[in-house]
């Protein structure tokens, strides 16, 4: 008798994935890295340093991580993310829950509003919402329902065209340029929050005198 081996294999909600991500997943690999390569659209490359140095501290969303023995395939897409491992011993088993741990930290937060299964929940939310709200209630939660679907426009815009971005450069420099911006970034948000509040009381105070029915 013997055990069959299977394929274990897992797809990524919408990731942004840095150098030191790259470098973990590079240093997990390393220890039977048989067949091991790095390719993006155009270019293959033998380590993360050959990567680093081709397209330092810039941003790509097209990358695969390979090796041959054991097979692994770690891809990051412009549509997808994707991990697989050609079979489910002990040690590559191990191995992909490691993997996974590097991936699913790195996806972006708060995830499940990347999920198609959120934003049908949503919408079918609002839906029952409107036939059982009315008055005011009805306006502010037809308001919410408009910016669900501003949303939603965003999510399919990131899955169809940046599902994967990859950028080559440390976290902590990122960091760096929030800390730099942070300010103009909380009067941005904070410019945008009040927008959203006005338009919902005014969309209140409009049907308060009789404007919306």
Do not use: C
Not at 85 to 98: C, R, V
Request: charged share 25%.
């Amino acid at each position: 008798m013997k055990r069959i081996n299977k394929p274990l294999s897992k797809e990524y909600l919408p990731v942004r994935i840095f150098l030191e991500d790259i470098e973990s997943i590079e240093e997990l690999l390393s220890v039977n890295k048989s067949g091991y390569k790095i390719k993006t659209e155009s270019l293959e490359f033998s380590s993360v340093e050959e990567l680093r140095k081709k397209y330092d501290n810039e941003s790509i969303s097209n990358l695969e991580i390979s090796s041959s023995d054991p097979y692994i395939s770690i891809e990051f897409k412009k549509l997808w993310a994707r991990l697989y491992i050609g079979s489910d011993n002990n040690i590559e088993t191990g191995l992909f829950y490691k993997l996974d741990k590097i991936i699913l930290a790195a996806t972006l937060k708060p995830s499940f509003l990347y999920s198609h299964q959120t934003l049908w929940s949503g919408y079918i939310g609002f839906i029952i919402l409107k036939f059982l709200l009315h008055g005011v209630m009805y306006q502010i939660i037809s308001v919410l329902s408009y910016l669900l679907l501003a949303w939603a426009l965003w999510v399919v815009y990131i899955r169809l065209s940046k599902h994967s971005e990859i950028v080559l450069s440390k976290r902590h420099d990122i960091k760096s340029f929030l800390a730099r911006n942070k300010d103009q970034i909380i009067v941005n948000l904070f410019t945008v929050s009040i927008g959203a509040i006005l338009g919902i009381l005014g969309t209140i105070i409009a049907y308060k005198m009789g404007y919306l029915k």
